[in-house]
């Protein structure tokens, strides 16, 4: 009984979106779901050991917060003190921009639930642009939640009703990273400013949304029209001795085991881990990149045919399981390197290093911001957008220039919007 109090005690008092816990936790939560992978570790044959680059990462994350939270550091206004209550107006010309487009995206058949091959060959421009739109909706509503003195039940519909509508377009779109996005933004504000978020109530959140989303993906797939190339699953066109095929067929069934359904609650997980183990064996073979990964995030905007950087990604996996006859992920289709992997390919742990304490430095200034400022400030939105972002690029890695622009307004508009708290 007195255990049980203290972790209830520790529930409450907590503050869990802060710094120190939230990103580490879901650091930790997000490797140990992948232990859970029903045979495809040892189908891929996974040999390097993850848990160094974890503990590494995390390491240099906790001492850049730490350091930052004893010095009490935040962002400056940047000089543009005079843009103070105006930076909304540029949300505004950004949700017009976003809305066209996606209205031409829609009446143009780029609808991405509706086949996988299209969701991956949209227009890259207009993909792009109408990203704005859920973003600016986003920031725009949470902006009015931070400004209410008292948030009426018909303005919580109205504005719920909008994030709702919003949601509907990103479903459409195929896309579930915007959707993640949206959905722990709101949390975290509401965490701040309406109703304080326990431990155990985040647990449940994240279980519903990972189930939504994991479902969402697996639904994803099995709709997918296999009579396209761009959707087959056959592997690569290798010899292989019987004994490894007699392997392969065995570990296969044993991977069949379980429901598709099942597996897809911790697939994302598990192929991350399998993507950096893959990643940490191609910098043995080939060395470190030394910046050129995060290079193609802006040259894929110059003209002619650029390499994506999650395109990279595919290749180096692909490069290191394609002579055992597999794919971690099928040509033409984009990796999501995680975090680790994308510092790991860089420069390996003095990367990993370098990359998780500025994650650490910028999310401990911002959250000293937001403290100045006061719970029920602009600082709050800057805060809770960019403390998903990271979240989510714990899978994903950060190497989108439309997510890289999103942050960089979070941080700009939040210091010129800063308001010390007296």
Known sequence: MKRLGILQNWNNKIDTFSPYFFFPFILIL???????????????????NVLWPILVGLASYLAAVYFVQRRNWSFPSFGLKFLRGKTTYFLYVLGLIGLVSYMIMLFTGQVGIADESVRRHLDPKLNFLSSFLWFAVLFLICDRVVKEKELTRRRKQIYAFVLFLILCLLVLMGYRTPIAIICFTC??????????????????????????LSLFGFFRMVTEDQTKQFNTHEGPDVEL??????????????????PKWVRGLTEASVTGKIVLSKLMEYTDEHGYLYGKLHKGIFSTILPGEQLSPRMEITEMV???TVETGKYVTRPGRTTT???????????????????????????????????????KS???????????????????GLLDLVFLLMIGYALVSGGIERKQNI
């Open 378 to 396: 602009y600082s709050i939105i800057s805060y809770a957008f960019i403390t998903t972002i990271f979240m989510i690029s714990i899978h994903t």
């Open 30 to 48: 997000y490797f140990f779901v992948s232990l859970f992978d029903f045979g495809k570790i040892e189908y891929f044959e996974v040999k390097k």
């Open 318 to 320: 692909n490069s290191i």
């Open 241 to 258: 001795s019987e004994k490894e095929m007699n392997r392969d067929l065995m570990l296969v069934r044993k991977i069949n085991e379980t």
């Open 187 to 212: 949390l975290i504000v509401i965490h701040y400013t309406i109703k304080r978020i326990k431990i155990s109530w985040l647990l449940a959140f994240l279980f519903v949304v990972g189930l939504a």
């Open 337 to 375: 390197p995680t975090l680790l992997g994308q510092f790991y390919v860089e420069g390996g742990y003095i990367a990993i290093i370098i990359g998780f304490a500025l994650y650490g430095v910028i999310l401990s200034m911002l959250y000293n911001q937001m403290k100045q400022s006061g719970f």
